[in-house]
């Protein structure tokens, strides 16, 4: 099993440039999540989907926009970038019911200039 | 507003000493505290866990102590090694979905 998966690793966009990042996970998993991590910021969610479908905002959902067309994809878009937006980035998935382990993906470096 | 607030922000500890990182959250719903461990370059993995039901949850050199009471939870690495040197994150969850986290903890452990 690859476990979370994700593309690109690193990325390199410009102010207003769009860009959709990739999450991919085998284990069969319900629940998938996109965090940012920013220095000193600890790990802050974006948007999560409990199931194949569907999509929640999570804690820093603006600028971002999300899809779960396959229960095991999970799709984050940056419509406009921004340098604010230059972070790294976490896919997870888990089991349903939300007391399990999340399962992390190694995460994509994005750079907005 | 939920919050899990953690400390210190960083950490140093000689060979063989114990390691504490304390965290303190508000939400009296949360009832699941994991603890992740994230090397440089990696995305976090699940360290322990401990639901409110018990005090104490040990795994090896790892034990988190929870005191509900006070709304405080921490971690403890007994015996700490330079191949524990990571960032440390505490989290909170009271739904089925997310996690709360902290803002991450640094250990360097010196040999």
């Known amino acids: 099993n690859a476990g979370v998966t994700q593309t690109p690793k690193f990325r390199v966009l410009k102010t207003g440039q769009s860009m959709t990042l990739l999450c991919a996970q085998d284990?069969?998993?319900?629940?998938m999540y996109w965090y940012r991590q920013d220095p000193g910021m600890g790990l802050r969610l974006i948007h999560y989907s409990v199931g194949e479908g569907t999509t929640a905002k999570g804690e820093v959902p603006d600028g971002y926009n999300v899809s779960r067309l396959k229960k095991q994809n999970f799709l984050l878009g940056l419509e406009s970038a921004a340098p604010s937006q230059t972070s790294v980035y976490f896919c997870a998935s888990t089991i349903a019911g939300g007391y399990y382990e999340q399962y992390f993906g190694p995460g994509t470096r994005l750079t907005v200039t | 507003q939920q919050q899990v607030k953690q400390s210190p922000q960083s950490l140093i500890v000689q060979k063989g000493g114990i390691s504490i990182i304390n965290c303190a959250y508000e939400?009296?719903?949360?009832?699941?505290f994991p603890w992740y461990q994230q090397f440089p370059g990696k995305g976090p993995a699940l360290l322990i866990a401990?639901?409110?039901?018990?005090s104490e949850k040990k795994e090896g050199r790892f034990t988190i102590s929870f005191n509900k009471s006070a709304k405080q939870f921490s971690l403890h690495i007994m015996d700490s090694q330079p191949g524990d040197s990571a960032t440390y994150f505490c989290?909170?969850?009271?739904?089925?979905?997310?996690?709360?986290f902290g803002k991450g903890t640094t250990l360097s452990v010196s040999s």
């Open positions: 939400n009296t719903a949360f009832d699941y």
């Open positions: 284990m069969n998993h319900e629940y």
């Open positions: 401990i639901r409110p039901d018990v």
């Open positions: 989290a909170a969850s009271g739904s089925v979905t997310a996690l709360i």
